[in-house]
């Protein structure tokens, strides 16, 4: 469990420490908070308050928002760690990605094709 660490240094965040399905994910400067405390699930999951990282609507297309769940075993909450450092979510065939490349703490996440660019490279908690 710990700090889930991306593009810019900046840490992946459930905005406000909401536990409300549909919570968006975001960037957001790195402070150790609840909101970025992530636990990598032996399912494949990413997990902070209780909650699931999840492609919004299970949604495959470029650009689709990232947000939080009620963890229920669907392809959406998967995400698996390449070699590159990305995180792929297999259902959809793309990855986490920091939209636009932003440096701007607030900036929701999304997935987009893989592309092993920095903006698609995160360093998950030990």
Same mark, same amino acid.
């Given at each position: 469990?710990?700090?889930?660490?991306?593009?810019?240094?900046?840490?992946?965040?459930?905005?406000?420490?909401? &536990? #409300?399905?549909?919570?968006? %994910?975001?960037? @957001?400067? +790195? /402070?150790g *908070?609840?909101? =970025?405390? !992530?636990?990598?699930? $032996?399912?494949?999951?990413?997990?902070?308050?209780?909650?699931?990282?999840?492609?919004?609507?299970?949604? &495959? #297309?470029?650009?689709?928002? %990232?947000?939080? @769940?009620? +963890? /229920?075993? *669907?392809?959406? =909450?998967? !995400?698996?760690?390449? $070699?590159?450092?990305?995180?792929?979510?297999?259902?959809?065939?793309?990855?986490?990605?920091?939209?636009?490349?932003s440096?701007?703490?607030?900036?929701q996440?999304?997935?987009?094709?893989?592309?092993?660019?920095?903006?698609?490279?995160?360093?998950?908690?030990?």
């Amino acid at each position: 469990t710990g700090q889930v660490v991306g593009y810019g240094g900046l840490c992946l965040d459930d905005r406000s420490a909401s &536990t #409300a399905n549909f919570n968006p %994910v975001q960037v @957001y400067t +790195c /402070n150790g *908070t609840a909101a =970025q405390q !992530w636990t990598v699930g $032996s399912d494949g999951t990413l997990r902070v308050l209780g909650k699931c990282l999840d492609v919004n609507g299970g949604g &495959t #297309a470029d650009g689709t928002a %990232v947000d939080l @769940y009620d +963890c /229920n075993g *669907t392809g959406a =909450q998967v !995400w698996q760690p390449q $070699s590159n450092g990305s995180l792929l979510n297999p259902q959809s065939g793309r990855c986490l990605d920091d939209t636009n490349w932003s440096t701007t703490p607030g900036t929701q996440s999304q997935i987009w094709a893989c592309s092993g660019n920095a903006n698609q490279q995160w360093t998950l908690p030990s």
